[in-house]
């Protein structure tokens, strides 16, 4: 969850930021240049009020001799040009030039010059030039009238280059950037902690239900920090699995005490049953059924039994050599195997894994005998010992009628048998305590079918301890 909260959360920030900065920087870059433009009309309004008096001659001409005005004025726009690299101009409305730095610099015919050279000859100041950014090269053009009793006899031009400007525009760019980029980290400090906070509760919980969900009842959640609301979800939580193992334990505890009350009056009953036999016939079919289903009753309740105490009982998990344990049921069930004349084999290489022996003995023993029971005379029964990645299997494999989909997918329910198996002998609790007492120690039990015919039944331990 962490993992699609965070970048959700990061996204928005950035967005954030992102729609604070940009304006920002245009703000800034927008504020520089007006700064630049500011100061260059002061410049042309000083060089205007220098060239307002500047006598001239016929037609716009300079008149010959010495003007102390013109010589100030162009000294003036000289040591501009040498102190700022700006060039800058004094033209008379026909283009030709008052006084100008650099001497070969005039109004262009056409071009940003010209444009605000013309709009200043209508008595107003030139409009402000385009936005200057890092990456173009571009010149500021600044244009001012001269006015003299109400006419225009002049434009003072000048024509600054934005490299200072430029670069000033760029340093603060990245001023900006590096707070935009230290405000995100702290933001994504700030994500970390708070999806941290927030998030720690259902870890919590989730590791909790895993742990009841794989029959650790006692689990409960920690106490832990975060909103309240997930605070007031784990205490509700743990008090839902207190009444759930509540009920369990009282389920079990009503089993097994159902199951052992109810062995002295069945043994009680079966007795009076052997002493009525004594007075009847030996070959009396009625009383050797009787008896039939008596031990079959006395058996459904030792398993009941068993199946209470499994599901209560905890597993004491060590080290096992599952490989030597399986070869030690094979070789156990042989015997029975071949009076039944069923074929029994087995690859059984060393493989160790963490169980409990007798747990793992039983379920095997469960599981061969199902699958010599139900194996045909001159079938086969295998079982073959392996390992993938962090389990260790036991495969027991037979040639048997196997079961249908359906049946497979309820085989291992309690007093589940096949409609075409009720006439052989079992009570249908078996498996179910298998599976019981191997998820005890957190392992597992699967069926499926065994090609061309049979069932497939693997029994699962893990190698490592958890």
């Not at 245009?26 to 060089?47: G, L």
């Not at 010959?64 to 013109?70: A, M, Q």
């Not at 010992?385 to 079961?403: A, H, I, K, Q, Y």
């Not at 085989?411 to 599976?435: A, C, E, M, P, Y």
Request: glycine share 8%; charged share 25%; with cysteine.
């Amino acid at each position: 969850m962490r993992t699609r909260l965070l970048p959700l959360l990061i996204v928005l920030m950035a967005a954030v930021l992102l729609a604070l900065g940009v304006p920002l920087a245009v703000s800034m870059a927008a504020s520089e240049q007006q700064r630049v433009v500011v100061d260059r009309i002061d410049d042309t309004a000083r060089f205007a009020a220098l060239a307002q008096f500047v006598t001239e001659g016929p037609g716009g001409s300079r008149r010959t001799g010495t003007d102390e005005r013109w010589e100030t004025l162009r000294s003036e726009l000289d040591s501009y040009y040498d102190v700022y690299g700006i060039r800058a101009g004094v033209f008379y409305r026909n283009g030709s030039a008052m006084a100008n730095a650099p001497g070969d610099w005039f109004v262009p015919p056409s071009g940003e010059v010209r444009e605000a050279f013309d709009e200043a000859l209508l008595s107003r100041r030139s409009h402000d030039p385009q936005q200057a950014w890092p990456w173009q090269h571009s010149r500021l053009v600044v244009a001012s009238p001269v006015i003299r009793d109400g006419d225009v006899i002049a434009v003072v031009v000048t024509d600054s280059p934005t490299g200072p400007l430029r670069l000033r525009i760029l340093h603060g760019w990245l001023l900006i950037g590096a707070g935009e980029i230290a405000a995100m980290l702290l933001a994504v400090g700030a994500a970390l902690r708070l999806t941290g906070w927030v998030l720690r509760p259902v870890r919590v919980l989730d590791a909790t239900t895993h742990d009841i969900a794989t029959g650790r009842l006692k689990s409960r959640v920690a106490a832990a920090g975060g909103p309240p609301e997930l605070r007031r979800l784990a205490h509700s939580f743990n008090e839902m699995a207190d009444h759930v193992e509540e009920v369990l334990e009282q389920q079990r505890a009503f089993v097994a005490d159902a199951s052992h009350q109810l062995r002295n009056p069945l043994s009680a009953l079966l007795l009076r049953i052997e002493l009525l036999a004594l007075e009847l016939p030996e070959d009396n079919e009625e009383i050797a059924s009787v008896r039939t289903e008596g031990k079959r009753l006395a058996h459904v309740l030792d398993d009941l039994l068993d199946l209470a105490l499994a599901e209560h009982a905890e597993a004491d998990l060590s080290l096992t050599d599952i490989g030597a344990l399986a070869e030690e049921r094979l070789a156990a069930w042989t015997p029975a195997a071949e009076a039944q004349g069923v074929r029994l084999t087995g690859d059984c290489p060393a493989t160790t894994g963490w169980a409990d022996p007798i747990t793992l003995s039983s379920a095997l023993d469960a599981v061969i005998d199902n699958a010599v029971k139900f194996t045909p005379e001159g079938g086969a029964v295998e079982v073959s010992v392996s390992f993938e990645g962090d389990t260790s299997r036991v495969v027991v494999t037979d040639t048997g009628p196997g079961l249908t989909e359906e049946e497979l997918a309820r085989v291992g329910d309690r007093f589940w048998r096949s409609g075409r198996h009720q006439n052989v002998k079992g009570s249908g609790l078996g498996l179910s305590i298998t599976r019981a007492l191997l998820e005890a120690g957190g392992g597992s039990i699967a069926y499926g079918p065994h090609e061309p015919q049979g069932l497939r039944v693997t029994v699962s331990v893990p190698r490592f301890r958890a």
